[in-house]
């Protein structure tokens, strides 16, 4: 078992991360250790209640079960949330519990932080994307016919409580779409500003193949490495200030190809990395990097066979990158590659990436 700590400056912010392999059916017991109230609303993914329901124990009177996809992180099931939760009589001390996803992680985690102002909240990541990323940071919200994430806040969990056990039932394309925003760490390592080298490019090179057949001690060090990373830039800047928009990389492209597709042809890491290779392009284009850095990141990229997204008319990207909630002044945020694992943020016009 693997015990890590979001340190955050306000001290009722900060939280434990659990890593571990036990049995499924000892996380209901896990949950109960950091839970105040008689209450709990469990919002879980259909799929993961359809495999684990009965396993994780939990009451069919606690549970909101949403449909799997980036379409239903929507102000319906937002509402829905909230329903339940008055109908259920939650109060201030009682809990929201999101099993799943990513999807399900923000959308509960938005209902917890409007609920009556704010309840408690625990991540329980079922997908290797919510594992290394989006279960940790704070970061929740919902979708817009405008934009992805467009309404949200930023509302620290009391606990992640993370079992690999999940991710051997997990499809190929959702476990590569974990992989997605794994490969995006070891392009900023560096400007995360850890205390201590990870090496993570190295750890990919080296386990590989063990990672694509889910080694379970592989896998565990592998969502350990890109914690610790994300855990070091939400200790410096918790709200998006500054340093935090690193995390963006490969983002702002990889959400106009979701909105342009109607979140329904790509995976949300499938995006990112083509948004990856959009920013190793434009940055060639800007002389930010060498040529041979471009070819050094197709090589990591291709490691790991992600699916190929063709070009989407730049003129329309343009246009939905100008949505994007990083755009300002109508100049579109990028976080571009400056050196090896080292990134920075640059406001550009769409007239830059004509051509692209």
């Known amino acids: 078992m693997i015990n890590l700590l979001v340190n955050i400056d306000e001290k009722e912010k900060s939280y434990p991360i659990i890593i571990n392999n036990n049995d499924i059916s000892t996380i209901k017991e896990k949950i109960n250790n950091y839970t105040r109230g008689t209450k709990i609303l469990v919002v879980i993914s259909q799929k993961v209640d359809k495999l684990y329901g009965k396993t994780l124990g939990f009451c069919n009177s606690e549970k909101i079960i949403l449909k799997d996809g980036e379409q239903e992180k929507n102000f319906k099931n937002f509402q829905k949330i909230l329903k339940k939760a008055f109908e259920m009589g939650l109060t201030r001390k009682d809990t929201i519990i999101a099993v799943g996803g990513g999807v399900v992680g923000d959308i509960a985690g938005f209902a917890a932080s409007t609920y009556m102002r704010g309840i408690d909240f625990i991540q329980v990541p079922t997908t290797l994307l919510a594992c290394v990323d989006s279960s940790v940071g704070g970061k929740t919200g919902i979708d817009t016919s405008f934009g992805k994430n ?96 690193i995390l963006n990389f490969g983002h702002t492209y990889g959400h106009a190809i979701e909105k342009i597709t109607n979140y329904k042809k790509y995976t949300h890491g499938e995006a990112v990395v083509k948004g990856i290779e959009f920013a190793f392009k434009l940055a060639v284009k800007k002389n930010l990097i060498d040529i041979n850095y471009k070819y050094f990141a197709d090589d990591v990229i291709k490691m790991f066979n992600f699916k190929k997204i063709p070009d989407y008319p730049i003129e329309k990207m343009i246009k939905i990158m100008k949505m994007d909630k990083k755009a300002d002044f109508d100049k579109i945020t990028f976080i571009l590659p400056t050196d090896y694992s080292q990134v920075d943020e640059f406001r550009l016009s769409g007239e830059e990436l004509l051509g692209l």
Do not use: M
């Not at 974990?178 to 995360?192: A, D």
């Not at 205390?195 to 063990?210: H, R, V």
């Open 150 to 245: 467009l309404l949200g806040s930023f509302y620290q969990p009391k606990a992640v409580i993370i079992n690999t056990n999940f991710l051997k039932t997990l499809d190929d394309r959702q476990f590569k779409t974990g992989l997605g925003e794994v490969v995006k760490y070891t392009f900023i390592e560096k400007s995360c500003r850890c205390d201590e080298e990870l090496n993570l490019t190295n750890f990919l090179s080296e386990n590989a193949e063990k990672i694509l057949g889910k080694n379970e001690q592989i896998l565990e060090k592998l969502i350990e490495i890109c914690i610790n990373l994300k855990i070091s830039v939400v200790r410096q800047d918790e709200k998006e200030g500054g340093l935090r928009k």
